[in-house]
């Protein structure tokens, strides 16, 4: 991390002093940026596998209205290997119940064997279910959300409980705090659902952006302004890609989460500017 930082100051000079024999005058301050490590939070430092099944199949029974669906309660219990494999095809959380509707589906549900089919065109797919069912991207998110806030209200425990976090995450980002290296999270999730399930692990980061607050990349481009960036750590390989090819971006340290929804092929031909980080190697990163 030492050699790869870039040291930023911002240099203020002073107003012109006016007309002096011997010159002006200029004074300067250098100013250090605050130092701070930024973390996605899906698959990088919670696994929520059941939590997005529970909930995008509560927002499907709840919300959605489909005639082509029908429920048992016994779906709730245990997640479907086919969800798990789209997983990492996923950006944004209105996707996953998209998803879930074709696996619950009664007729044609989406199985093993259509799956590839699915994932090889898998924004096309998204878009033609859309269309086909008359849905909008931004409804099915608000039912994700209300289905969310649901369990938050009825019981909050059981919906903690549905997410697993990566301790030595944690332990990583309160090792950065005790150096003084703040954290930040940014994520595609609502920034109030991270910020709960934070609270309770007694994670308190500077700050949280949820995809209210728009693109990854924007975010990361004003908040490098304002701090020195020492790393991001996603697991999702085309927004390190996407940051990395950003000149606003370009700077930050890109780590790649091993542990996180990887799609098979993404540890493989990684560029050299984006660093495949495995969790027991948190550590040498606190220590460089
Ligand atoms: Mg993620």
Redesign the pocket.
Known sequence: MGRRQVVRHRVLVSTFLGSNPSGPVLTFTLVSYQKIFLF?F???IIDGMHEYWYSSLLACEKYLNSPYISFDQKLYKRVPNTFKEIRPWVKYGWEMILIVHEIIKTENPLKKQTQNDFINNYHQNCQRILNDNSWIAEDLQKILDKSRKYQIDKDFKSWVNLHNPFFEVLNFMKELNKREVKTGIITTKRGIFAEKILKQLNIFPEFIFGYEYGTKIKIAAKLSQTYEILGFI???KKTLIDIKQNSETSHIPCFLADW??LKGSDRHSLSDEIKLLKLGNLEELVAI
């Open positions: 996605d899906d698959g990088v996603e697991d999702r996180g929804y």
